[in-house]
């Protein structure tokens, strides 16, 4: 294996599947079997889920509602999210932690960095939810920060294409991909991926960032395993 310990970013979009929201059961399902995959070979997962499936705080803003209570709502999103990728998780006989950046006691841990490392250690999934626990801050800017506390070695970032291209490329067919990418380059290229703030995050910690296709069977695991897959962010 080349990566023991990682954070794997999932979009709250992913999770649609065909839907026009909501969550879709057979795609939540489908994910849980692709990390079963990589659990089974040993690798300590963390996972950080957006809630746009739900509600995009930045969207509310957009149609009056106030940007704070917005983003707050959305981090509610996301532990949504978390709790129906737990439940999917253990029916197939993994164990999970959900840890919040918001206490939610009777529904989660809240997230202490010791006992989420503890967990990974002891081979548990740890999910982590609402974000940073703060306005004005994306999930991708969470999973980068998570990702740095608890040391892991890499963020996967799980999206609908096939890694970073240079406009969208499911709406332009000549969309040029990078097959991999300095931090700068994307941050100065304003590739819409990922946000500044995560880039910048990442660059200064030496986090490794490998963006690639989730829906794609066997595409996790392969990464694992050392295949190059998707586009690199180093």
């Known amino acids: 294996m080349v990566y023991n310990r990682i954070l794997l970013k999932l979009s709250g979009e992913a999770l649609l599947g065909g839907r026009s929201h909501g969550i879709d059961p057979k795609t939540i399902n489908k994910y849980s079997e692709e990390i079963k995959?990589?659990?089974?070979?040993?690798?300590?997962?963390?996972?950080?889920?957006?809630?746009?499936?739900?509600?995009?705080?930045?969207?509310?803003?957009?149609?009056?509602?106030?940007?704070?209570?917005g983003d707050y709502m959305g981090m509610l999103a996301t532990v949504i999210n978390g709790l129906a990728l737990q439940s999917s998780l253990e029916k197939i006989g993994l164990q999970t932690r959900l840890q919040t950046a918001i206490n939610m006691e009777a529904i989660a841990e809240p997230y202490i960095k010791r006992k989420a490392v503890r967990h990974l250690e002891k081979k548990r999934i740890v999910i982590f939810g609402a974000g940073t626990g703060n306005p004005f801050f994306t999930t991708d800017s969470a999973a980068v920060l998570r990702a740095i506390e608890i040391e892991a070695d890499v963020i996967l970032k799980g999206t609908r294409v096939d890694g970073i291209y240079d406009c969208d490329p499911e709406k332009n067919n000549k969309a040029k991909k990078f097959h991999e990418l300095k931090y700068d380059d994307a941050i100065s290229k304003n590739l819409k991926i990922m946000d500044s703030t995560a880039f910048t995050l990442s660059k200064e910690n030496k986090l490794p960032i490998i963006v690639f296709d989730i829906n794609k069977t066997g595409n996790l695991k392969k990464i694992i395993q050392g295949k190059i897959i998707g586009t690199k962010v180093n």
Not at 59 to 65: M, V, Y
Request: glycine share 22%.
């Open 37 to 69: 995959s990589i659990v089974d070979l040993g690798v300590e997962v963390s996972i950080v889920i957006g809630g746009g499936n739900i509600f995009r705080g930045l969207s509310g803003a957009n149609n009056g509602i106030d940007r704070v209570q």
